[in-house]
């Protein structure tokens, strides 16, 4: 929620660009790389299937869309905050400099560094992987299982998925089980959190 509030803030002092609203909801939502979510469509994008299908990204060169790579095109499901932002028959970039072309890779970058800095919660070395983690923190506690969440996320292997993600799936279980057993309402972590090696 204080992601949220930041972007609503800066969207209210009139910064340049593209509503930082939008870009939250986008990241949070789709779980996208920060150069997919540079080239996502409108059109891509399935309200009756709840999905999107992710088959671009933002050349950090060129700054032109490409196939992603080895043409690994996916469909990853979309989370429900995105349907109140969602515009439908709308075509083209979500996300787009004024021209109507793409915003450089480094610039969005550097509006989700600005949001995370005004929410108090910018961590060193990260900024748009946060969102990453933070749709599969959802994705999972929403009942999806890890499988659903690589294809999702488009890992070329379970294992990468487990490695970053296993230990939500724990969390989830572990809370499921207090509940049960004491007869209590489940706490909900609001974001994930820091792996932390056993020993």
Do not use: C
């Amino acid at each position: 929620q204080r992601i949220r509030d930041a972007a609503d803030e800066l969207d209210q002092e009139g910064r340049k660009g593209p509503r930082r609203r939008l870009i939250v909801e986008l990241l949070f939502s789709h779980g996208p790389r920060i150069q997919e979510a540079a080239a996502a469509e409108w059109e891509r994008i399935s309200k009756p299937d709840r999905t999107v299908r992710v088959v671009k990204q933002i050349s950090r060169r060129s700054n032109k869309p490409r196939l992603l790579k080895e043409n690994q095109a996916r469909t990853a499901v979309v989370l429900q905050e995105w349907w109140e932002f969602h515009e439908s028959g709308r075509t083209g970039l979500i996300l787009s400099a004024p021209d109507g072309r793409p915003i450089p890779y480094r610039t969005l970058y550097g509006y989700v560094r600005e949001i995370l800095v005004k929410a108090g919660l910018k961590k060193q070395g990260e900024a748009a992987h946060q969102f990453r983690h933070t749709y599969a923190f959802l994705f999972l506690e929403r009942g999806g299982t890890m499988e659903q969440l690589q294809k999702s996320l488009g890992h070329q292997k379970i294992t990468t998925t487990q490695e970053h993600y296993d230990h939500f799936r724990s969390d989830h279980a572990a809370r499921a089980g207090v509940n049960s057993i004491y007869g209590t309402k489940p706490t909900t972590r609001r974001g994930p959190r820091k792996r932390r090696k056993d020993g």
